[in-house]
């Protein structure tokens, strides 16, 4: 009987990952708002491609056409956003950030490589953040170094959720700053008050992902 029990829960599984596999599928969003389900293509070198189903042809995704493009494989979207007030060192225009969590408040992550002249490279993660809007704040970063101060950027943040009383009560109460207790935070705001659509017209309930990263900045 266990092994006729076994069989059938393993075929149930593969049922369930192959419907889960269908239903989430490759996306991109063009700059006149329409989301077009494709084939995200990462080429080895070059720019993300897109091909749509039945079509033999692949395009460029060129930020000044697409705003958006998800990789379901792979769980990640990536949006295109203006960075406030950028310096000499970040691009004025609009660049693709990965999107880390979406609502009403969005996270987004940057990764910036420098290499040095003797070829040592050092990466250095900067979180986003905006609210109802495509320009982003700098909120969160491994580096020593930063746009604006500490406080600014938690006061900023303070900001965003305050109209959120039980997220703003909680954040003022543990007094934590972490990569983990800002998503936490940004899940929680999400997740209460009135409901969120992306724009695909899927509703946003919950996101289960944690990123587990150094508390530096």
Do not use: H
Request: net charge positive; charged share 25%; proline share 3%.
């Amino acid at each position: 009987m266990k092994p006729l029990i076994t069989k059938t829960l393993v075929f149930m599984a593969v049922i369930l990952s192959a419907f889960t596999a269908k239903a989430q599928q490759d996306y991109v969003i063009t700059t006149n708002g329409d989301s077009i389900k494709c084939k995200v293509i990462i080429p080895f070198i070059g720019s993300p491609k897109y091909k749509i189903e039945g079509s033999n042809e692949s395009k460029k995704i060129k930020i000044n056409e697409v705003k958006e493009y998800s990789i379901a494989r792979e769980n990640q979207t990536f949006r295109a956003v203006v960075i406030k007030n950028a310096g000499a060192f970040f691009p004025k225009g609009p660049s693709y950030m990965t999107v880390i969590e979406k609502g009403r408040i969005n996270l987004y992550e940057m990764i910036y490589t420098n290499t040095s002249a003797n070829g040592a490279s050092t990466s250095t993660k900067v979180w986003y953040v905006s609210k109802n809007t495509d320009t982003v704040s700098e909120l969160k970063t491994t580096s020593i170094f930063s746009m604006d101060s500490k406080k600014d950027r938690k006061d900023n943040f303070l900001d965003l959720i305050k109209d959120n009383k039980e997220v703003s009560d909680k954040y003022l109460s543990e007094k934590k700053f972490s990569f983990d207790a800002i998503q936490n935070l940004v899940q929680l705001y999400n997740t209460t008050g009135r409901p969120y659509k992306d724009a695909t017209g899927d509703a946003i309930i919950k996101k289960e992902d944690t990123i587990n990263n150094p508390n530096k900045n």
